[in-house]
Nanobody
Framework: QVQLVESGGGLVQAGGSLRLSCAAS????????MGWYRQAPWKQRELVAA???????NYADSVKGRFTISRDSAKNTLYLQMNSLKPEDTAVYYC????????????WGQGTQVTVSS
C-alpha cells in the first residue's frame, strides 16, 4: 500500500523559508517520478517541482531560484525547500508519485497548507 505523508507547512512572513517533507511508504522515492504540486483557492493544481525518470528536475518558472526539490533515499523522503516566499506561494502543497519507468501509477498525499503573509 502506497502512502505519502506531507509535513512542514505553516504560516510564514514574506521573505521567509519553509521546508516541506513527504515521507513515503510502499514505494522508493529514489526510483519513482516524484514531485510537488500546489493548489491555491479558486485555481487549478499546478506543478511546482518534479523529478523525471532520468533524474532531471523540472521547476515551475514562478519558483525557479527560490525552491529546491530533493530526496533522501535512506529516509525514503522527498523534500521541498522554499526560500524567499511570496504571498502568491500560498496554497495547499501536495506530494505526488507518477510511478516508475516500467510501471505507471499515481498517488497523492493529503496536502499541507502553506500560508505566506505580506
Amino acid at each position: 500500500q502506497v502512502q505519502l505523508v506531507e509535513s512542514g507547512g505553516g504560516l510564514v512572513q514574506a521573505g521567509g523559508s519553509l521546508r516541506l517533507s513527504c515521507a513515503a511508504s510502499g514505494i522508493l522515492v529514489s526510483n519513482d517520478r516524484m514531485g510537488w504540486y500546489r493548489q491555491a483557492p479558486w485555481k487549478q493544481r499546478e506543478l511546482v517541482a518534479a523529478f523525471s525518470n532520468d533524474g532531471i528536475i523540472n521547476y515551475a518558472d514562478s519558483v525557479k531560484g527560490r525552491f529546491t526539490i530533493s530526496r533522501d533515499s535512506a529516509k525514503n523522503t522527498l523534500y521541498l525547500q522554499m526560500n524567499s516566499l511570496k504571498p502568491e506561494d500560498t496554497a495547499v502543497y501536495y506530494c505526488c508519485t507518477r510511478g516508475t519507468y516500467y510501471r505507471m501509477y499515481t498517488y497523492w498525499g493529503q496536502g499541507t497548507q502553506v500560508t505566506v503573509s505580506s
